[in-house]
Structure formats: structure tokens, C-alpha cells
């Protein structure tokens, strides 16, 4: 039983709160919010921000300078609004040259370059597909892999990544 508060904290801390609580930061300073990750250690929560510059930014990628200002704004958002109740680690971060894709925007972005996914049921006995994103719309991601368009639905792919050149 002693255990039941401690998962009910788990519980309490959401990385969608977490993203529209930093967003307005985020995007204000002049980048966007790639993707946030929530881990539970036995000591604390690590919270990993991914931050990128937005589509078509002359700036192309984000600096170590760039996310050592915005860790250091967010990390003062966090003192503020206490999102956290327990002890966390701020981790901010580029989502780096083979990044993880997983929003519909993230597919739309990245359309004519190559992707690896894993799918979380089998298309043609298959799990893993590499090839270059022709189409992505509705909930629906259509891939050219060996020279054939194959569609994939959006829920059903448990991991992306882009293929760096």
C-alpha cells in the first residue's frame, strides 16, 4: 500500500500539460517544441524537451547556446508553476539528425525525405519499413519503399525516425 501515493504522483504528471505549459515560452523565444518525454527514476522524473526551429527558419538547427537559454526560461517556468511535485532533472535538447517522428506535423514536414518505421502490427508480415514519405494527410502515411507507394495508418506505426543522409 505503500506504494499507491507514489504511483498516483506518476499519474499526476502529464507531458501534454507539460508541452502547453512551455509552448507559449518556447515559441515566444522563436522556436517550437518537437517532442516532450517524461521518465520516472526511483529518485526523480526526468523531463527531456526537444526543441527544434520552426519549418523553413533560416536558422536550420538548434545551438547548445539555444537550449541553455531555454532550459534556463523554462526551468523558471517550472519554479513558478510547480508542475512537478517531486524532484525532476530539465533536459532540453535538438531533436538531432535521426529524430523521432510522431505527429502528423512532423510527417508533413519531412515529405520527400526518408523514414524507418516500426509498425505495431505487421503489414505483409512486416514490421520495419525504410523509404521516402510521398504523402501524408488524415491519419494516413503513404511511403515509397523498393519502388512501390505503400500506406500506412499513422496509429498503427509505434516508432519513426528520419534516415539521415
Known amino acids: ?26 515559441n515566444a523565444m522563436g522556436y517550437s517544441i518537437w517532442n516532450v518525454e517524461l521518465r520516472k527514476s526511483r529518485r526523480n522524473v526526468l523531463v527531456r524537451i526537444y526543441v527544434d526551429v520552426p519549418a523553413g527558419d533560416e536558422r536550420k538547427s538548434v545551438s547548445i547556446d539555444d537550449c541553455s537559454l531555454i532550459s534556463n526560461q523554462i526551468g523558471a517556468l517550472f519554479d513558478v508553476e510547480n508542475p512537478i511535485l517531486e524532484s525532476y532533472i530539465l533536459e532540453v535538447s535538438s531533436p538531432g539528425l535521426n529524430r523521432s517522428l510522431s505527429k502528423l506535423e512532423h510527417y508533413q514536414r519531412y515529405v520527400g525525405n526518408i ?12 514490421y520495419d519499413f525504410t523509404g521516402k514519405i510521398q504523402e501524408v494527410f488524415d491519419n494516413t502515411l503513404k511511403l515509397i519503399v523498393n519502388n512501390e507507394v505503400v500506406t500506412f495508418l499513422l496509429t498503427n506505426i509505434y516508432k519513426a525516425n528520419l534516415v539521415p543522409f
Not at 500500500?1 to 518556447?26: G, N, Q, R, Y
Not at 516500426?118 to 505483409?124: A, F, H, M, S, T
Open 1 to 26: 500500500w505503500a506504494l499507491c501515493p507514489f504511483f498516483l504522483i506518476i499519474m499526476k504528471v502529464d507531458h501534454h500539460k507539460i508541452e502547453s505549459l512551455i509552448t507559449p515560452i518556447v
Open 115 to 126: 523514414i524507418h518505421i516500426v509498425l505495431r502490427q505487421p503489414e505483409d508480415g512486416k
